[in-house]
């Protein structure tokens, strides 16, 4: 019978001209949208890193000319391409904050007490929320009168009259775009973590009672070690998000003030859309630099965790 | 069973032991309240504020007053609704929303079919190019996809936002390993019985996974209504395309802007999520935690 030997004879004759045609077909629209939206953007892209490209509105002048790394050599000695860079190596600070929060709060719901499941929903809710609803909500927030300014006034933390916006501050609104990140961020952690605490057998915790370890000694020689890969795969997914975060600044501040917040992909999105000179070449060059960092800082990543677990992989 | 609970049952009797637990149990709760404050608060505010009738004076900003509005009106959303023509906007986000889940659908299923359940030359290959999508560094993708849009004259379209977001890693991904647990002798009794694969796809294959195409639907589904940056750049040209998410951002950027009202807008677009999350929330969880196991 046909039908049989095309799955369980495959030495026969390995694959069926007809099952071939067809499976094609069928991954026709993946593959024509994946070339044409994903691994086209990735070629083009960094061929047009190495080119003058642009001038004008998509591009629509001169085509892309060959130019070598001479993008490269006008970003480094761009100011603004620097400090972009350094702020979003700065950003990084917020992988290990992020990542220790999360897999607290994790533990602290991880417990079966009455409303986890709801504790767990409720910080979940940021995760999907719109970048634009909390750019409306937290300007409120972070406004000379909002609740943040409310807050510390009323517990003196700084004088009524010295109140400022937070996200107009030069020295305040980096971190708190950095704040928005981490709080649109931890729900998601959380979730990761959640799995991975469950999946540690509870008569481990049950046998370390009984010799007497109390809940931090369980902590670090139980859950920390079973949930390395856990650990891993979040703070791998944290630093390349904290990486290219743009979003956030786009719609927070737009790089300001005095560019106290512009980040990498800012800079690449600005110089490709923002204003008059639709630089394509210069941009793809800084999403090339961004790129190449974010692939060495996942090597790096997996570096660390995996010397970590002394070879146990 | 956790320890804690074990040690729960409040009894008389007080030794210092208990105490210490109750204590823990107390901390814990305090803690867990803080961070739920800090998670949730932003939306509360919002509500407040959208509900608030601004005509009985005071400003968003009285503390802790606009926190608990004295007069409570529904006509802020009435207000935006009409004069920002919300609907408008709201009929965009459904039209690119609805395009991209059904796309996203389409294509992945199509695509995981043969990828769970036939052998054909290129299968494993084809296979791991999908999945190293998901960590290629794509930083200038957005620009060399927003020229090829304008190439092919999609730029300032809703198609032109959702084509390049429906073929993804994930929902091939996800098809495919719903595809894989489904027995070999269902699809080999509809062969015997004539069946073309596509009537196989669509007849035995879907209805069998209709958990993941669920799962699948919803994830995109709010990924896609709440997307800013992609759609806010396909349609910078065409403002009238506009979905809620970038519509919300430039009320809060007019001039003039009333606070009332744009909290009224910014809970319109959130609701549609919001409910869609409370509804699927176990669902959200599981498809997060499937990640890590």
Not at chain 2, 91 to 106: A, E, K, P, Q, R
Not at chain 2, 138 to 151: M, S, Y
Request: charged share 15%; net charge positive.
């Amino acid at each position: 019978m046909t039908v049989s030997r095309r799955h369980k004879a495959p030495t026969k004759s390995k694959y069926s001209l007809r099952d071939t045609l067809m499976s094609y077909a069928f991954l026709a629209p993946a593959l024509i949208l994946l070339a044409l939206f994903t691994f086209y953007p990735l070629a083009y892209g960094s061929y047009l890193g190495f080119t003058e490209y642009g001038g004008a509105r998509f591009g629509q002048g001169l085509p892309p000319k060959w130019i070598g790394l001479d993008n490269f050599r006008t970003l480094i000695a761009d100011p603004l391409f620097l400090k972009s860079m350094v702020n979003s190596v700065k950003y990084l600070i917020i992988v290990p904050v992020l990542q220790l929060a999360s897999l607290a709060v994790a533990v602290l719901v991880n417990k079966n007490l009455p409303g986890m499941a709801f504790f767990r929903a409720a910080y979940y809710v940021p995760v999907v929320t719109s970048i634009s609803l909390a750019a409306v909500m937290w300007d409120w927030i972070y406004n000379k009168d909002g609740t943040l300014n409310w807050i510390l006034t009323n517990a003196h933390l700084i004088a009524k009259d010295s109140t400022f916006g937070w996200l107009n501050n030069e020295l305040t609104a980096f971190w708190a775009v950095m704040l928005v990140t981490f709080w649109r961020g931890f729900g998601y952690y959380m979730v990761l973590y959640l799995a991975g605490l469950q999946g540690i057998p509870e008569e481990l915790e049950e046998a370390a009672v009984l010799d007497g370890a109390g809940a931090w000694k369980r902590f670090w020689s139980i859950t920390v070690p079973l949930m390395k890969p856990t650990i891993l795969l979040c703070s791998l997914l944290s630093t390349i998000a904290a990486l290219r975060v743009l979003e956030e600044v786009l719609v927070l501040t737009n790089g300001g003030p005095l560019n106290s917040t512009y980040t990498a992909l800012m800079y690449v999105y600005s110089k490709a859309f923002q204003g008059f000179n639709f630089d394509y070449g210069l941009a793809s060059a800084a999403g090339l630099v961004v790129a190449a960092v974010a692939l060495l800082l996942s090597v790096i990543n997996f570096r660390v965790f995996r010397d970590d677990t002394g070879g146990g992989k | 069973m956790s320890l804690v609970q074990q040690g729960a049952p409040a009894r008389a009797t007080f030794s210092p032991r208990k105490n210490r637990k109750w204590g823990r149990l107390v901390v814990r709760y305090a803690v867990l309240i803080a961070v739920l404050l800090f998670a949730v608060f932003p939306f509360l505010w919002t509500l407040a504020i959208a509900v608030t009738d601004k005509h009985g004076g005071g400003s968003i900003y009285d503390f802790p007053a606009s926190l608990f509005p004295r007069a409570v009106t529904l006509r802020n959303f009435v207000e935006v609704y009409n004069q920002f023509s919300l609907g408008k906007y709201i009929w965009n986000s459904v039209s690119i929303t609805g395009l991209t889940v059904i796309g996203t659908l389409l294509v992945s299923a199509l695509a995981a079919y043969p990828l769970a359940r036939f052998k054909f030359p290129g299968r494993d290959i084809i296979f791991a190019v999908i999945i190293a999508t998901l960590v290629l560094p794509g930083e200038t993708t957005f620009i060399v996809n927003i020229l090829t849009l304008n190439r092919l004259g999609l730029l300032g379209t809703h198609l032109g936002v959702v084509l390049p977001t429906i073929a993804g890693a994930f929902g091939i991904f996800l098809m495919r390993q719903a595809f894989l647990g489904i027995p070999q002798a269902l699809i080999e009794a509809a062969r015997i019985d004539g069946a073309k694969e596509l009537t196989i796809l669509t007849r035995i294959m879907l209805p069998l996974t209709k958990p993941s195409l669920a799962a699948l639907g919803i994830f995109t589904l709010v990924g896609a209504w709440n997307a800013y940056f992609w759609p806010m750049l396909v349609l910078s040209s065409a403002p009238d395309k506009a979905p809620l998410s970038v519509a919300v951002l430039r009320l809060k950027g007019q001039f003039n802007y009333d606070p009332f009202n744009i909290a009224a807008g910014s809970l319109i677009m959130m609701v549609p999520v919001l409910l869609v999350f409370l509804a699927a929330q176990k669902l959200f969880m599981r498809g997060m935690e499937g990640a890590v196991k």
